[in-house]
C-alpha cells in the first residue's frame, strides 16, 4: 500500500513501534493500580438516622441495622449545632423568659436576654453538655459562657448571645459523636466546616474528634473551603497525615473535575494525592429519578470514574408501600448488589496509589507521539516529505525540552490531542487505501452476505489499530494527577471536529468528486469552486438541514458535558447495556461509526454517489474517532476503556448485519417495485 512505500513513514513507525511498548508497559503498571482500588465506601448521613427515627416510631438503632444491611459503611458526621441538639432531646436549650418561667436556680434570677442550657435525661446528655460548654468558649469566648450550679449539684450554662442566630451557630464535631458512629460498627466520614480567622484551636477542635476513634476513615469539608484556610491548612495537612486519614474530592455535577473548595487541591498534593473521589447526587436530583435510575447512576460512578465514595441522598418521600427508611435503604442495596457482582468489595475506600510513570519511558511515547503526527502531516501533505526530520526534530526537541526542563503537563496535553486527532485520520486513511485496492481489483459486486463478512474483519482490524493507538494517550497521560482528575485532557471536542476536515481533505486526494482528485494547491481551488457552484435542490436542502442538526447533536454530546439533552428512550438503551454488557459502549461507535464502515463498502462495491460514500466515510470516521477518544477519559479505568471498545466493535459488528440487510431489503423492494411500474 502506499502508506508503507513512504521511506520517511517506514522510520518514524518504527518510533510509533517503540512508544506503543512503553505505553502498553505504562497502562500495565497503571492497571495494577487501579485494580489494588476495588473498595468503595458507602456513606449515609447521620443526622438523616437521627431525624428520621422519631418520625417513624421506630428506634436509631433499628435503622442503623437497616442501612448496615443495604451496604451503608460509613456515617457522615456534621458539625453540631443547639438546633440539633435540642431537636434530638440530646439538650434543653432555652431563653431568658421562657427559663425563668419554668425552671428556678435558687439564689439566682434568671436574665431574660440570654440563653441557657440544662442538660436532659438521656444517658449520654450530660457529656454532650460538657462538649457543647468547651464548644462555645472557643467559638464565641469564655467571658459569654457561664455555669451554674444548684444545690442538688444540676449544672445551667449561661450564655450571652442573640437567640436566633444562636440555634444554627455551628459548634464543631463532638467526639462522643464520632465514637457513638463507630461504636455501632460504621467508619465515621467527618465534615468540617471552616470558621475563617478562627486560628488553630478550631482545627485543633476537629482533629480531637479524629481522635476519638481508629474508625474515622476521611475528612470530607463542608462549604467552600477547606478547614484551616487558608494559614491553618498546612497544619491540618500536616496532622492529618500522621494520622493517615485522606481527604475527599467531591465530583463535580458535570462530572468533569470538582467542586470549588478553596484549598483543597493544594491540601491533595501536599499529602501525596493521598485522597478518595466521592459521588454525590442532590436531593432535588434524586426526586426525579426513580430508585432504579438512582442505583445505576451511583454504580456506573463506580466502576466507570474511579468513584470511591458514594454519598447517598435521602429521598422526600416513601415509595412502593415502604417507609421513607426501606425506600432509601432498597436503592442503596441496588448499588451494593451491583457492586459486589462487578467484582467490588464495600468497606473502607481504597486510595489509589499515587503512580506516576518512569520519565525516560514517557519521553519515549513522546517521541513517539510527535512520530505520529509527522505521518499524519505526511497523509496530508505529502510533498513536504523532504521537510519532515526538520519538522520532527524541532517538534521533538521543544516537547522534550518542556517535559525535562518544567515539568509541566502542558507538552502531555498537547501531544495527547495530537494523537487523539492523528489515529481515527490515520486508521481512515489505511481503510480509504484498502478501499481504493478493492476498488481496482473487484470487477465484480460481491454478494451481500460477503461484503459484511469483509465488513467485519475490516471493522475489527481497524478497531484493533485504533485501541492499539489510543494507548499512546493513557501512556502519555497515565499518572495519578489525571486519574484523579486534577489535571485533565484538553480539547475534547476537537478530537470529535478536527478529524473530521483531515480525512475530507485525505478524501479528496484519493476519490474524484467532479471527475478528478485533488493533486495540488490549484486542484484545491477549482475543487472549491466547483463545490460552491453546485445547485441546491428543496431535496439537498432537507439534506444539509437533516445533516446540520445531526452534527451539531454529534457535536453537543460530545466532551465532559453534553449540551444537547439525552432522550428517555436512549437512557433505557444505555441501562439496557450496562447490564448485558461489561462496559457499555458508546451509541457515536455501534449506531454511527461501525455500520457506516459496513455502508461504506457496500458503497464502493455498488457504485453509489461519490458524495453518498464521502458522508460514510466520516461516519466511519466518528466511530473510530470515538474509540479513541474514551481513553481521553483518565479517570475511566484503562481496561474498562478497551473492553468498552471492543464491547462497541462486538455491537457494532452486529448494527452493520442489520444495515447491510436493511439495505439489501430495501434494494429489493425497490428492484420489485421498479420491475411492476415498467410493465406495460
Same mark, same amino acid.
Request: charged share 20%.
Given at each position: 500500500?502506499?502508506?508503507?512505500?513512504?521511506?520517511?513513514?517506514?522510520?518514524?513507525?518504527?518510533?510509533?513501534?517503540?512508544?506503543?511498548?512503553?505505553?502498553?508497559?505504562?497502562?500495565?503498571?497503571?492497571?495494577?493500580?487501579?485494580?489494588?482500588?476495588?473498595?468503595?465506601?458507602?456513606?449515609?448521613?447521620?443526622?438523616?438516622?437521627?431525624?428520621?427515627?422519631?418520625?417513624?416510631?421506630?428506634?436509631?438503632?433499628?435503622?442503623?441495622?437497616?442501612?448496615?444491611?443495604?451496604?451503608?459503611?460509613?456515617?457522615?458526621?456534621?458539625?453540631?449545632?443547639?438546633?440539633?441538639?435540642?431537636?434530638?432531646?440530646?439538650?434543653?436549650?432555652?431563653?431568658?423568659?421562657?427559663?425563668?418561667?419554668?425552671?428556678?436556680?435558687?439564689?439566682?434570677?434568671?436574665?431574660?436576654?440570654?440563653?441557657?442550657?440544662?442538660?436532659?435525661?438521656?444517658?449520654?446528655?450530660?457529656?454532650?453538655?460538657?462538649?457543647?460548654?468547651?464548644?462555645?468558649?472557643?467559638?464565641?469566648?469564655?467571658?459569654?459562657?457561664?455555669?451554674?450550679?444548684?444545690?442538688?449539684?444540676?449544672?445551667?450554662?449561661?450564655?450571652?448571645?442573640?437567640?436566633?442566630?444562636?440555634?444554627?451557630?455551628?459548634?464543631?464535631?463532638?467526639?462522643?459523636?464520632?465514637?457513638?458512629?463507630?461504636?455501632?460498627?460504621?467508619?465515621?466520614?467527618?465534615?468540617?466546616?471552616?470558621?475563617?480567622?478562627?486560628?488553630?484551636?478550631?482545627?485543633?477542635?476537629?482533629?480531637?474528634?479524629?481522635?476519638?476513634?481508629?474508625?474515622?476513615?476521611?475528612?470530607?469539608?463542608?462549604?467552600?473551603?477547606?478547614?484551616?484556610?487558608?494559614?491553618?491548612?498546612?497544619?491540618?495537612?500536616?496532622?492529618?497525615?500522621?494520622?493517615?486519614?485522606?481527604?475527599?474530592?467531591?465530583?463535580?455535577?458535570?462530572?468533569?473535575?470538582?467542586?470549588?473548595?478553596?484549598?483543597?487541591?493544594?491540601?491533595?498534593?501536599?499529602?501525596?494525592?493521598?485522597?478518595?473521589?466521592?459521588?454525590?447526587?442532590?436531593?432535588?436530583?434524586?426526586?426525579?429519578?426513580?430508585?432504579?435510575?438512582?442505583?445505576?447512576?451511583?454504580?456506573?460512578?463506580?466502576?466507570?470514574?474511579?468513584?470511591?465514595?458514594?454519598?447517598?441522598?435521602?429521598?422526600?418521600?416513601?415509595?412502593?408501600?415502604?417507609?421513607?427508611?426501606?425506600?432509601?435503604?432498597?436503592?442503596?442495596?441496588?448499588?451494593?448488589?451491583?457492586?459486589?457482582?462487578?467484582?467490588?468489595?464495600?468497606?473502607?475506600?481504597?486510595?489509589?496509589?499515587?503512580?506516576?510513570?518512569?520519565?525516560?519511558?514517557?519521553?519515549?511515547?513522546?517521541?513517539?507521539?510527535?512520530?505520529?503526527?509527522?505521518?499524519?502531516?505526511?497523509?496530508?501533505?505529502?510533498?513536504?516529505?523532504?521537510?519532515?526530520?526538520?519538522?520532527?526534530?524541532?517538534?521533538?526537541?521543544?516537547?522534550?525540552?518542556?517535559?525535562?526542563?518544567?515539568?509541566?503537563?502542558?507538552?502531555?496535553?498537547?501531544?495527547?490531542?495530537?494523537?487523539?486527532?492523528?489515529?481515527?485520520?490515520?486508521?481512515?486513511?489505511?481503510?480509504?487505501?484498502?478501499?481504493?485496492?478493492?476498488?481496482?481489483?473487484?470487477?465484480?459486486?460481491?454478494?451481500?452476505? @460477503?461484503?459484511?463478512?469483509?465488513?467485519?474483519?475490516? #471493522?475489527?482490524? /481497524? !478497531?484493533? *489499530?485504533? &485501541?492499539? $493507538?489510543?494507548?499512546?494517550?493513557?501512556?502519555?497521560?497515565?499518572?495519578?494527577?489525571?486519574?484523579?482528575?486534577?489535571?485533565?485532557?484538553?480539547?475534547?471536542?476537537?478530537?470529535?471536529?478536527?478529524?473530521?476536515?483531515?480525512?475530507?481533505?485525505?478524501?479528496?486526494?484519493?476519490?474524484?468528486?467532479?471527475?478528478?482528485?485533488?493533486?495540488?494547491?490549484?486542484?484545491?481551488?477549482?475543487?472549491? @469552486?466547483?463545490?460552491?457552484?453546485?445547485?441546491?435542490? #428543496?431535496?439537498? /436542502? !432537507?439534506? *444539509?438541514? &437533516?445533516? $446540520?442538526?445531526?452534527?451539531?447533536?454529534?457535536?453537543?454530546?460530545?466532551?465532559?458535558?453534553?449540551?444537547?439533552?439525552?432522550?428517555?428512550?436512549?437512557?433505557?438503551?444505555?441501562?439496557?447495556?450496562?447490564?448485558?454488557?461489561?462496559?457499555?459502549?458508546?451509541?457515536?461507535?455501534?449506531?454511527?461509526?461501525?455500520?457506516?464502515?459496513?455502508?461504506?463498502?457496500?458503497?464502493?462495491?455498488?457504485?453509489?454517489?461519490?458524495?453518498?460514500?464521502?458522508?460514510?466515510?466520516?461516519?466511519?470516521?466518528?466511530?473510530?474517532?470515538?474509540?479513541?477518544?474514551?481513553?481521553?477519559?483518565?479517570?475511566?479505568?484503562?481496561?474498562?476503556?478497551?473492553?468498552?471498545?471492543?464491547?462497541?466493535?462486538?455491537?457494532?459488528?452486529?448494527?452493520?448485519?442489520?444495515?447491510?440487510?436493511?439495505?439489501?431489503?430495501?434494494?429489493?423492494?425497490?428492484?420489485?417495485?421498479?420491475?411492476?411500474?415498467?410493465?406495460?
Amino acid at each position: 500500500m502506499k502508506f508503507f512505500r513512504c521511506s520517511p513513514c517506514r522510520i518514524l513507525l518504527c518510533f510509533v513501534l517503540a512508544a506503543l511498548l512503553s505505553a502498553l508497559w505504562i497502562s500495565w503498571q497503571r492497571n495494577q493500580a487501579e485494580r489494588a482500588s476495588d473498595t468503595v465506601e458507602m456513606v449515609y448521613d447521620y443526622d438523616n438516622v437521627m431525624d428520621t427515627a422519631a418520625l417513624e416510631n421506630t428506634t436509631p438503632g433499628q435503622l442503623f441495622d437497616l442501612y448496615r444491611k443495604s451496604g451503608i459503611t460509613s456515617l457522615a458526621v456534621y458539625e453540631e449545632t443547639p438546633k440539633k441538639l435540642a431537636a434530638h432531646g440530646e439538650l434543653s436549650i432555652l431563653q431568658g423568659s421562657d427559663f425563668a418561667a419554668r425552671r428556678q436556680i435558687p439564689g439566682y434570677q434568671a436574665d431574660p436576654g440570654k440563653i441557657y442550657i440544662q442538660p436532659t435525661a438521656k444517658g449520654d446528655s450530660s457529656l454532650l453538655f460538657r462538649e457543647t460548654e468547651n464548644a462555645l468558649k472557643l467559638r464565641i469566648g469564655e467571658s459569654r459562657v457561664r455555669v451554674l450550679t444548684d444545690a442538688d449539684g444540676t449544672e445551667t450554662m449561661e450564655v450571652s448571645a442573640d437567640y436566633s442566630r444562636f440555634l444554627d451557630l455551628s459548634l464543631g464535631i463532638y467526639p462522643s459523636q464520632v465514637k457513638n458512629v463507630t461504636d455501632r460498627g460504621f467508619y465515621a466520614v467527618l465534615r468540617p466546616i471552616n470558621v475563617p480567622r478562627a486560628g488553630q484551636a478550631v482545627v485543633d477542635q476537629s482533629l480531637r474528634a479524629a481522635d476519638a476513634s481508629p474508625g474515622v476513615s476521611a475528612v470530607l469539608f463542608e462549604g467552600k473551603q477547606v478547614l484551616g484556610y487558608q494559614k491553618e491548612a498546612a497544619y491540618l495537612t500536616e496532622q492529618l497525615n500522621r494520622r493517615g486519614i485522606p481527604v475527599v474530592l467531591i465530583e463535580s455535577q458535570s462530572q468533569l473535575q470538582f467542586e470549588k473548595q478553596d484549598g483543597i487541591l493544594d491540601m491533595v498534593k501536599n499529602m501525596n494525592y493521598r485522597t478518595v473521589r466521592l459521588y454525590a447526587m442532590s436531593k432535588d436530583e434524586l426526586v426525579k429519578i426513580n430508585q432504579e435510575e438512582a442505583a445505576s447512576r451511583f454504580y456506573i460512578s463506580d466502576i466507570e470514574r474511579n468513584i470511591r465514595m458514594n454519598l447517598f441522598p435521602s429521598y422526600k418521600v416513601p415509595m412502593n408501600g415502604d417507609s421513607l427508611s426501606e425506600t432509601n435503604a432498597n436503592y442503596i442495596a441496588d448499588v451494593t448488589e451491583r457492586l459486589n457482582e462487578h467484582g467490588f468489595r464495600t468497606g473502607r475506600a481504597s486510595v489509589i496509589t499515587p503512580y506516576f510513570p518512569s520519565a525516560f519511558l514517557r519521553a519515549v511515547v513522546m517521541a513517539g507521539a510527535v512520530s505520529l503526527l509527522c505521518i499524519t502531516l505526511l497523509q496530508l501533505l505529502p510533498r513536504i516529505g523532504q521537510w519532515i526530520w526538520a519538522i520532527w526534530a524541532a517538534a521533538a526537541v521543544f516537547t522534550q525540552i518542556l517535559f525535562w526542563g518544567t515539568h509541566s503537563v502542558l507538552p502531555l496535553q498537547i501531544l495527547a490531542l495530537g494523537t487523539a486527532v492523528c489515529i481515527p485520520v490515520l486508521t481512515v486513511s489505511l481503510f480509504l487505501e484498502y478501499c481504493l485496492y478493492r476498488k481496482r481489483k473487484v470487477t465484480e459486486a460481491p454478494g451481500w452476505g @460477503r461484503t459484511a463478512l469483509e465488513g467485519t474483519a475490516v #471493522l475489527w482490524a /481497524a !478497531g484493533g *489499530l485504533s &485501541l492499539l $493507538g489510543a494507548m499512546l494517550i493513557s501512556g502519555l497521560l497515565g499518572d495519578i494527577r489525571f486519574f484523579l482528575e486534577m489535571e485533565i485532557f484538553r480539547g475534547v471536542k476537537l478530537t470529535f471536529v478536527l478529524p473530521l476536515i483531515l480525512v475530507t481533505c485525505i478524501y479528496i486526494q484519493k476519490f474524484p468528486f467532479f471527475g478528478k482528485t485533488v493533486a495540488s494547491g490549484s486542484d484545491l481551488w477549482q475543487f472549491l @469552486r466547483r463545490f460552491s457552484r453546485i445547485p441546491v435542490k #428543496l431535496g439537498t /436542502a !432537507g439534506i *444539509l438541514l &437533516l445533516i $446540520g442538526v445531526v452534527s451539531y447533536i454529534y457535536v453537543g454530546r460530545s466532551g465532559h458535558t453534553e449540551g444537547v439533552s439525552v432522550p428517555g428512550i436512549e437512557i433505557q438503551l444505555r441501562r439496557f447495556l450496562e447490564v448485558t454488557m461489561y462496559a457499555r459502549p458508546r451509541e457515536k461507535e455501534f449506531l454511527i461509526g461501525h455500520p457506516a464502515l459496513f455502508l461504506s463498502l457496500a458503497a464502493l462495491y455498488r457504485k453509489w454517489p461519490q458524495i453518498l460514500h464521502y458522508f460514510l466515510i466520516l461516519g466511519v470516521t466518528i466511530g473510530q474517532g470515538s474509540m479513541v477518544e474514551t481513553f481521553a477519559h483518565m479517570r475511566s479505568p484503562v481496561m474498562l476503556s478497551f473492553v468498552r471498545g471492543l464491547d462497541g466493535l462486538a455491537a457494532g459488528t452486529a448494527a452493520g448485519f442489520l444495515a447491510i440487510a436493511g439495505v439489501m431489503i430495501l434494494v429489493q423492494i425497490t428492484r420489485f417495485l421498479g420491475e411492476r411500474y415498467g410493465r406495460p
